[in-house]
């Protein structure tokens, strides 16, 4: 059974550029979750989706955006780059209900330069 | 605001001793209490999870202690084994919100 499947899993831009991030589900999952995660530090939420639709949004700023398709796969955007957007992405999959666990990919990379 | 408070930062270990973390939380509202590990390159994983209706659960080696009155839960590692070395994170979540909020993390290195 297929996990999480993120893409890239690493990715080099350069500040003020736009960066696409891809994530799909396990099988039978609605609901998808992304989080950045610094080193040294837990993941931060980013956004939830279920069911197409945007369930829950953490602090970050309006350049970051993400959207699900009817497939429930989902695309995280970040426009004008920071060096400090530079973290490990993290997108987790899960039922959407009630207190179901999350399972995450392996995340992708992202170094800002 | 930091809403799941995780110690120690870093932790070693012998083989064969116990490896113990600690989490403490202030919204009273958390009522999921999961456990990740997560390996270098890798994302994290669901461990172990336990809800306040109890105050302890065990899996195997792995074993969370709940204190609801001292909103305080940990993580044991019963005679841990160098492959247990990771980062784990506790994290809390509320039955309203489908979000949960992640401790900054616990680098465990156990020693052969």
């Known amino acids: 059974d297929a996990g999480v499947t993120q893409s890239p899993t690493h990715l080099i831009k350069t500040r003020g550029q736009q960066v696409t991030l891809r994530c799909s589900p396990i099988s039978g999952h609605k609901s998808v979750s992304w989080y950045q995660q610094v080193l040294g530090q837990g993941p931060q939420f980013i956004f939830q989706?279920?069911?197409?639709?945007?369930?829950g949004r953490g602090n970050f700023p309006d350049r970051f955006s993400a959207r699900q398709f009817p497939n429930y796969s989902s695309e995280l955007n970040v426009n004008a780059l920071l060096l400090g957007d530079s973290a490990l992405y993290l997108c987790?999959?899960?039922?959407?209900?009630?207190?179901?666990?999350?399972?995450f990919g392996n995340g992708t990379r992202l170094t800002v330069t | 605001q930091q809403q799941v408070k995780q110690s120690p930062q870093s932790l070693i270990v012998q083989k064969g001793g116990i490896s113990i973390i600690n989490c403490a939380y202030e919204?009273?509202?958390?009522?999921?209490f999961p456990w990740y590990q997560q390996f270098p390159g890798k994302g994290p994983a669901l461990l172990i999870a336990i809800r306040p209706d109890v105050s302890e659960k065990k899996e195997g080696r792995f074993t969370i202690s709940f204190n609801k009155s001292a909103k305080q839960f940990s993580l044991h590692i019963m005679d841990s084994q160098p492959g247990d070395s990771a980062t784990y994170f506790c994290?809390?979540?509320?039955?309203?919100?489908?979000?949960?909020?992640f401790g900054r993390g616990t680098s465990l290195i156990v020693h052969p």
């Open positions: 987790a999959s899960s039922l959407g209900q009630g207190t179901s666990p999350l399972h």
């Open positions: 994290a809390a979540q509320s039955g309203g919100s489908y979000i949960p909020t």
């Open positions: 919204n009273t509202a958390f009522d999921y």
């Open positions: 989706y279920y069911e197409k639709e945007e369930r």
